[in-house]
């Protein structure tokens, strides 16, 4: 349970109102289970939408931050679909999950952190995809071993798609990018200064 | 009445009755067996020729009418004629439109129409002209009993209406419970249909205005307000109330009333058998009632601890405080009320303070009332923390206090540490004694239930309207002390005619729902006034004129019907004589039913109008495969529902010989012993639900007769007939198809045990 004085405040209901996407609807939660009761892979959650919710009231910051339960959402929308207080379930959850990340509390060895990171980091090179690098990263994101393993396992796949052209192998040195890569670093990385500098004026 | 009888009968042919019926014959039964000299055939009776045609007779001196057509039920409003004695025979929901159109069914469907030809004319002899009492005449002053919100707003509204009212409050000042409030919860919802924002303008806590309705109470002109004054005898009936009004100084003043309302309101729960919330042992745990008066105390200022003074920057509201609970000492039942209250109170600290943790420990958290869900999604906008949650102790931490509960959500045992706690206490209804509480403890059967019944009536509130009357001093309750009313159909009306009952000593309600109650039973008790001004009914037989009567010299004063009246119309007298007081009579007939020597009667209504129907029956002999299935329905429900499902084209046997009855209370045990005699194989007895959610109109009809039939298996065996020739069923006006199938049941019945050998 751990410190008792900090149950059920508001503090950080209110910190997650102002660090994370869509935040202000968590208040506005009812609790009726619809969200989670609607949610195809809840089961596999360690706390369906409704619970956290009611965990961010209960002041339960470590447990909601270090949950799986955001990094499982598969953006089927079902949830929002389905709120009788049209709440943005799927967007809170993914906010949850980037403040959750951008505080270091995300589970470690999250398949989905790390892959969303490897995704993003591939992004910023070029500011394109790059597919084949994406998909041996992937392969190789749990060890060397893990990587041959599933690279053997997906051969034939990989063969047909570059038979059938879906796949370029020379993509895997340097590949095709953005015209102007410069401007395109250039504009995320103004991004980035904008937003650390919304952060800082932000953290309580 | 008119001194001489003079008959004229009519059959309509329309509705495709003379494609299906041989009318000429169907005259025929009504002269010769019918003895109406005169009977009449009309295309469609109910066109304004038909009407003409009739009318015409009246005015050419016809005083009793038969007519044979629709049912009873249909086109009332057309063949309304007050001045004469009226019986209709069912021809078209009752025969046609219940059996099938076949050859092989002609015959059975034509006895089926002969019958109920002979039965109308049979009940035609035994009518009299109802006519008004005048045993009262117009007192359109309205008594309110009450001083509280539900009390001012009668009065207001009876006054608005152009009547007087004498408003009673037992203490010094108007308000009531609620004069205490800080804001009210809002009688609002939120606007609808605002582009983009569901949330936007949320209802907020308003002013209360009771200081105001105060004031438009006092400056009233219609309006006499008695202060510090309780009823010390009412007695009477309605149009011509005698209440003694007496103050505490001792003066009595008695006033004279067409009709009465009690809004005697509720009183609050009593927190001191909450000692698990620590109420009690420290002030810092206050119910909802007492945290209205410190804000009222603050008006705006920060909500200060009451141990220490200091501000308080957490609270917990623990709902359900001693409700929704079978424990001893607690409400069992939902008051309806407290969520919203405590969204208004949580709101008050918020306002004061945004930081303010404010937690609302739920179980389920309902909002009736005008402003509804809207006013929660307020709460939450504001950051009140809503829990579903709970609360199983409140202890002392240090200076604060720690609330120990279950989070259902989180389906974990956890607590909370907090400033202060407010329980969500509900409403106890401020109600004299049951009436029937004595009666409870002399009725009862085992030793256990005695002395519950003993102990109900030693803690019993003093009385509240002291009526003089011979069931009891008080309106009668349903459950938990609130008082009796139809819920569903006529929530206003209680089992003590002319006396209406409004606001949460009828149900638990919140503050604009019982004004709503008030208007509602203002309206009641003024049209009460003037029926009885009239001689006339109230609900559900608005507007009859008939009232029982009794034949003294057969009355053995076997008090019967006194006890029996679900509405204490009857008094007794020195020698134990019933003593009818007719507006309060509804004109059920429960007396009627009850009366032993058959001396209570109606003029349109009476032992004999019913027995010669059931006499008029044509009884086929027992090896006719006819059997004859008589059905006494109620014509609130049963009856209703047999002509739905006609209308529904569902098919009913053609045995069955339907006679409607006012209540089953009204049904003579002799009714059922002369049928047997007289030779009908089987009698279905359709009256109303009668159990804790009963539908009968006339409350406990139908629970009477079913405690009397339980005792007709007696006759049966007497007369050696099988037991299951007689059934009761509870029947509600939407059981089109079962209705029709429990008169199949029957037949089937017979067909297996056999016919009736009591056929001559």
Known sequence: MGDISKNYRLNFLKEVEANVEEGEWVKMCMQCGVCSGSCPLGKFWDHPPQEIFMMIRAGKRDAVLTSNAMWMCTSCYNCIVRCPRELPITHIMHGLAHYAQRLGLAPAHQPTAKFAQLFWNNLMKKGRVNELKLGVKLYFMNGIGEGFKTSLKMKDIGLGMMKTKRMNPMEAIGGHALEDVKGFHAVMQKAQELEDQRLANQRP | MAAEKKFAGYICTGCGISERLNVNQLQTVATREGKIAEVKQHARLCAPDGVQLIRDDIAAGATHLMIAGCSRRSKMEVFNFPQVAMSRANLREGVIWARPNAPEHQETTQEMAADYIRMACAELKYLNIASPSAEQKLNKNILVVGGGVTGMTAALEVAAAGYPAHLVCDEGELGGAWKDLYKRVPFRAAASEV????????????????????????????????????LAKTSGAPGRFAADICNTAGATVTENFGAIIQASDFKPYDAQQLPEFAYGKTPDVVTNFELERLAKAANGAPLKRPSDGKVVESVTFIQCAGQRSEQDGHLPYCSGF????????????????????????????????????????????????????????????????????????????????????????????????DPYAQLAVDEAETEEEKEAARRKLEVAPPSILNLDYRQGTDLPQLKHGFVDSHFICFPYETRRTGIYAAGPVRRPMDMKQAMDDAAGAAMKAIQAAESAANSAAVHPRVGDLSYPKFRKEGCTQCKRCTVECPFGAINEDEQKYPVFNESRCRRCGTCMGACPVRVISF??????????????????????????????????????????????????????????????????????????????????????????????????????????????GDTLTQLNLEPERIVVHEVAITDLARAPRLLNDMAATIEKIGMSSFKF
């Not at chain 2, 949330?199 to 309705?213: F, H």
């Not at chain 2, 607590?415 to 407010?422: A, I, K």
Request: net charge negative.
């Open chain 2, 195 to 230: 582009p983009n924002g569901r949330d936007v303008d949320l209802p907020l806590p308003e002013e209360p205005g009771i200081a105001e309705m105060i004031a438009q109470v006092q400056a009233n002109q219609r309006i006499t307000v008695h202060l510090n004054a309780h």
């Open chain 2, 338 to 433: 407290c969520c919203t209250e405590s969204i208004k109170q949580a709101l008050y600290f918020k306002t004061q303070n945004p930081d303010c943790d404010t937690t609302i420990l739920f179980d389920d958290l309902r909002t009736p009332g005008a402003a509804g869900e809207d006013f929660y999604r307020c709460g939450q906008q504001e950051m009140v923390t809503f829990s579903k949650g709970k609360a199983s102790a409140v202890v002392k931490n240090g200076a604060g206090l720690t609330v120990k509960f279950k989070d259902l959500i989180l389906n974990e045992d956890t607590e909370l540490n907090c400033d202060l706690v407010v329980l969500a206490t509900g409403q106890v209804p401020n109600n004299g004694p």
């Open chain 2, 603 to 712: 003029e349109n209504y009476s032992i004999d109008s019913v027995n010669q129907q059931i006499k008029a029956v044509d009884i086929p002999d027992e090896f006719s495969e006819k059997p004859r299935i008589l059905v006494l329905a109620c014509e609130n429900d049963a009856y209703p529902a047999l002509d739905m499902a006609a209308q529904a084209g569902i098919e009913t046997t053609p045995f069955v010989r339907v006679v409607p009855v006012r209540c089953l209370g009204s049904v003579s045990l002799s009714w059922i012993t002369d049928s047997l005699s007289s030779g009908f194989d089987g009698i279905v007895l359709m009256g109303c639900r009668r159990d804790e959610d009963y539908q009968c109109h006339f409350v406990r009809g139908s629970a009477i007769a079913a405690e009397r039939l339980s005792k007709v």
